[in-house]
């Protein structure tokens, strides 16, 4: 399997040349087009319980799309929101993704929802996250640019900027400071990391976009 990613950091897409008998996986409605007699079926990833799962509290689709073509061709895949793609190559390990950001995967690549705490619930970002493990390619998408930030001791962000991160970094979710403070200085909940890893962050938010449009939208 050959893939290119283009167009980050405004509007990126993913492009993969499959082999004969070669096939990749991606998240429900990403296809932007195709080669003439690429097949695709639809499939529950993982089983029904965690496809469940990750429907209900991971913001992933239900199932996913699994495309094959008989002597080889390409298929391009587009996230629903304006912004990055990325990739990662993973060789037995485990990467962290939150809720919306898996974009597509090939074989070997398994899908868990995990939970992420009661405090996750008010984080604005969802109670759980998705636990990729396995051998093979994954990619993940954002809202606007990534950056990659190497983290040794620790990092504070708010919820809403976080992509992925490695498993080696541990969390909390809390406040900024005092209950004052996180009510009333407009930052809410914020993950702190600690130990030494990578995190990828997104420099936009779905939030912070409603939020501005909200006086728009005002008849």
């Keep these: 399997m050959k893939f290119e990613i ?4 405004d509007y990126g897409q993913l492009t993969v040349d499959l082999a004969a008998g070669e096939t990749i996986a991606a998240e429900g409605g990403a296809m932007a087009w195709m080669s003439d007699g690429m097949q695709m079926n639809s499939r529950l990833l993982g089983g029904l319980g965690r496809a469940l799962i990750r ?8 199932f996913v799309g699994e495309y094959e073509h008989p002597a080889g061709g390409r298929v391009v895949f587009s996230p629903s929101s304006p912004g ?6 993973l060789q037995g390990d ?8 898996f974009l597509a995967c090939s074989p070997g690549i398994d899908l868990k929802t995990r939970f992420g705490g009661l405090k996750a619930l008010f984080s604005g970002e969802g109670a759980f996250v998705l636990e990729c493990r396995g051998t093979g390619d994954l990619f993940f998408n954002a809202y606007g640019a990534v950056c990659e930030r190497q983290v040794d001791g620790s ?3 708010d919820t809403g900027h976080v992509v992925a991160w490695e498993p080696s970094l541990s969390y909390t979710i809390g406040g900024m400071g005092s209950l004052k403070s996180t009510l009333f200085s407009g930052e809410g909940l914020v993950m702190k990391f600690t130990g030494t890893g990578t995190i990828w962050l997104q420099t936009r938010t779905m939030g912070g976009l409603a939020g501005w449009l909200t006086p728009f939208c005002r008849g």
């Design 55 to 62: 429907k209900c509290f991971g913001g992933e689709s239900l």
């Design 94 to 101: 485990t990467f962290i993704l939150t809720a919306g950001s």
């Design 84 to 89: 990055s793609v990325c990739h990662r190559a």
């Design 6 to 9: 283009e167009g980050n950091p």
């Design 155 to 157: 990092l504070t962000v």
